[in-house]
């Protein structure tokens, strides 16, 4: 059996990679320091608490299995906190994906599938936006994980490096049974803050800024199902085991749904209401973020099982039904 490193894979997405993994046959070994993920979520029997900037912990991973592949999804993700804290982001991001290459090099470990971002692209100049536009960060987040997608590059050409870099959109939604979702503290996803104000959890939504240049005033976004972005992971996978070429995607729906049209896709799903108070803008936010993922579509026959924003939150909504019940 292959064995896949998820470094991250106690985390939201990383847990749903799990998932998927040991569904495929294929033998998942989780890394992953706990701050922001769940023992809990991580559904495999291989399990090691290590933190990247630990170079000895990453190590000692490579030396126990004969390791395929890795996927990286143990990066730090909040645009506003990188604004107020951008050393956490650059020591997590950056310093420690090098220790991760670093190890994977030194193990000659050559396949990799990184958890990237649009935020590399900064504010759109088109929407929408394809792998071809400018890299133009506006946020530490976004500028580490363009950093990191650059020392991908370099470490392809020097070092032999094969990877595939996932610039993903708004990750959404549950996995489908309700065993695993989204579990952050503090939660700041648009979709289960909503879903925690319908359901009495929270007071109220604040909506950061209401005076965009969209069509209601607010942020508009692209929403990608969980379950639809795993299947692009196994996709890239495959892609680096046939002997593909280094290359980056985009990840997106192709739709985009502005921050009062998901409120009422909640209040639709749940039958519930919800307080909304409007605050003010958040530094760091484009008002336009929709993706163009025609060339993930034609190179690796990827396609969206979960189109349909109203499936995306059905299925967060039923994760957060079930887990007040199993309480």
Same mark, same amino acid.
């Given at each position: 059996?292959?064995?896949?490193?998820?470094?991250?894979?106690?985390?939201?997405?990383?847990?749903?990679?799990?998932?998927?993994?040991?569904?495929?046959?294929?033998?998942?070994?989780?890394?992953?320091?706990?701050?922001?993920?769940?023992?809990?979520?991580?559904?495999?029997?291989?399990?090691?608490?290590?933190?990247?900037?630990?170079?000895?912990?990453?190590?000692?991973?490579?030396?126990?299995?004969?390791?395929?592949?890795?996927?990286?999804?143990?990066?730090?993700?909040?645009?506003?906190?990188?604004?107020?804290?951008?050393?956490?982001?650059?020591?997590n991001n950056v310093v420690g994906g090098?220790?991760?290459?670093?190890?994977?090099?030194?193990?000659?470990?050559k396949n990799l599938i990184f958890s990237?971002?649009?935020?590399?692209?900064?504010?759109?100049?088109?929407?929408?936006?394809?792998?071809?536009?400018?890299?133009?960060?506006?946020?530490?987040?976004?500028? +580490?994980?363009?950093?990191?997608?650059?020392?991908?590059? @370099?470490?392809?050409? &020097?070092?032999? #490096?094969? =990877?595939?870099? $996932?610039?993903?959109?708004?990750?959404?939604?549950?996995?489908?049974?309700?065993?695993?979702?989204?579990?952050?503290?503090?939660?700041?996803?648009?979709?289960?803050?909503?879903?925690?104000?319908?359901?009495?959890?929270?007071?109220?939504?604040?909506?950061?800024?209401?005076?965009?240049?969209?069509?209601?005033? +607010?942020?508009?976004?692209?929403?990608?199902?969980?379950? @639809?972005?795993?299947? &692009?992971?196994? #996709?890239? =996978?495959?892609? $680096?085991?046939?002997?593909?070429?280094?290359?980056?995607?985009?990840?997106?729906?192709?739709?985009?749904?502005?921050?009062?049209?998901?409120?009422?896709?909640?209040?639709?799903?749940?039958?519930?209401?919800?307080?909304?108070?409007?605050?003010?803008?958040?530094?760091?936010?484009?008002?336009?973020?929709?993706?163009?993922?025609?060339?993930?579509?034609?190179?690796?026959?990827?396609?969206?099982?979960?189109?349909? #924003?109203?499936?995306?939150?059905?299925?967060?909504?039923?994760?957060?039904?079930?887990?007040?019940?199993?309480k």
């Amino acid at each position: 059996m292959k064995n896949v490193l998820i470094v991250g894979g106690a985390g939201y997405i990383g847990s749903h990679a799990v998932k998927r993994f040991m569904a495929e046959g294929i033998n998942p070994v989780v890394f992953d320091n706990l701050i922001a993920g769940h023992r809990d979520a991580v559904l495999c029997k291989d399990f090691f608490l290590g933190d990247l900037n630990n170079k000895e912990d990453i190590s000692a991973v490579f030396e126990k299995f004969d390791i395929d592949a890795v996927m990286h999804f143990a990066a730090h993700c909040y645009v506003g906190e990188s604004v107020e804290n951008p050393e956490k982001y650059y020591f997590n991001n950056v310093v420690g994906g090098l220790n991760l290459l670093s190890a994977m090099m030194k193990a000659d470990v050559k396949n990799l599938i990184f958890s990237s971002t649009c935020a590399i692209y900064g504010n759109p100049v088109e929407i929408p936006i394809t792998e071809a536009h400018p890299k133009a960060p506006i946020n530490p987040y976004g500028t +580490t994980k363009y950093l990191f997608e650059k020392a991908m590059e @370099d470490y392809s050409v &020097a070092y032999g #490096l094969r =990877y595939v870099s $996932l610039r993903y959109f708004n990750a959404a939604g549950a996995d489908p049974t309700g065993e695993l979702g989204e579990r952050h503290d503090p939660e700041t996803h648009l979709i289960p803050v909503v879903l925690m104000a319908a359901s009495g959890e929270k007071d109220g939504v604040t909506i950061f800024g209401d005076d965009y240049d969209t069509p209601d005033g +607010t942020c508009v976004r692209d929403y990608i199902h969980i379950s @639809d972005l795993i299947s &692009a992971h196994l #996709l890239a =996978y495959a892609r $680096l085991e046939g002997g593909g070429e280094s290359e980056a995607f985009n990840l997106g729906s192709e739709s985009g749904y502005s921050v009062k049209e998901v409120i009422d896709v909640c209040r639709e799903v749940t039958g519930l209401d919800v307080k909304v108070t409007i605050g003010k803008r958040r530094p760091g936010d484009p008002p336009v973020l929709v993706a163009k993922s025609e060339k993930i579509q034609s190179e690796m026959g990827f396609r969206l099982e979960y189109p349909e #924003l109203v499936d995306i939150v059905q299925t967060a909504w039923n994760f957060m039904q079930k887990r007040k019940m199993v309480k």
